[in-house]
């Protein structure tokens, strides 16, 4: 079996270890989970006071209301996962960056799927407020947009790092970094969502987007490619690159 090969043999079951060790693993969020499961009454306070206050906003401007649902629509995880959906398949089918692809999709489905399973262990019910201006069904705590906005803008950023002038990759995470903030005002203005939720949202997001991405460094240096991301996009190896010498 060639070097190519194992690594790609131990690629999936890395991905699989690192969404294990992210459950398991994320002190922050498992402290921020276990003081709301146990309604810890400074934590509780707090949720609820920027809770009333933004919604007290939200009921005196309809406006206001009308711009939240057009941020947690546009940066919302139904609109940002096809799109970086179709980007994967792009670089798998157009540009034949197969392993890449692979990173992608896994990364930001499995970030979709790990929301879902915090969702369910924590058991958090929404907010309920007098005069509601948005209902969302399902559960509270973690807030999908907002882990999915930070796996989704962090993945579109860093696919497109390569191709931009240097001088522009601040920008480009600079934009993702504004986009995500929006997101987790507009869940907490619509009342759908409390801080909490929110912050533990982009805390889940960054820790498993930064360790599939050392996943996927770790394979490219298992096959002997340059660190990423590179300046210029890279032939894969297997197609058409020969495997590094030994030595």
Known sequence: MTRVERADRTLG????????????LGVPVTLLAFLVRARWDPLIRLDLSVATGLHGAAVRNPWFVDAL???SLVVGPWVLRPIVTVVALWLLVRERRIRLALWVLLTLWGGALLGV????VVDRARPELVDAVAHEGGWSFPSGHALGATVA??????????LLPRWWRPVAWAVAVLAVLAVC??????????LSDVT????????WL??????????????GLPPAPATEAEPELGEGVPEPRAG
């Open 117 to 120: 399973v915090l969702k369910s």
């Open 185 to 194: 005002f507009a869940r907490v203005g619509l009342g759908v969502h409390y």
């Open 153 to 162: 803008c962090g993945l579109l950023v860093l696919v497109a790092a390569p």
């Open 69 to 71: 649902q057009g941020v």
């Open 210 to 223: 930064a360790a599939t991405s050392a996943v996927f460094e770790w394979w490219r240096r298992d096959v």
């Open 200 to 207: 533990a949202g982009v805390v889940i997001g960054v820790a």
């Open 13 to 24: 079951l890395r991905m699989l270890l690192v969404l294990a060790a992210t459950i398991g």
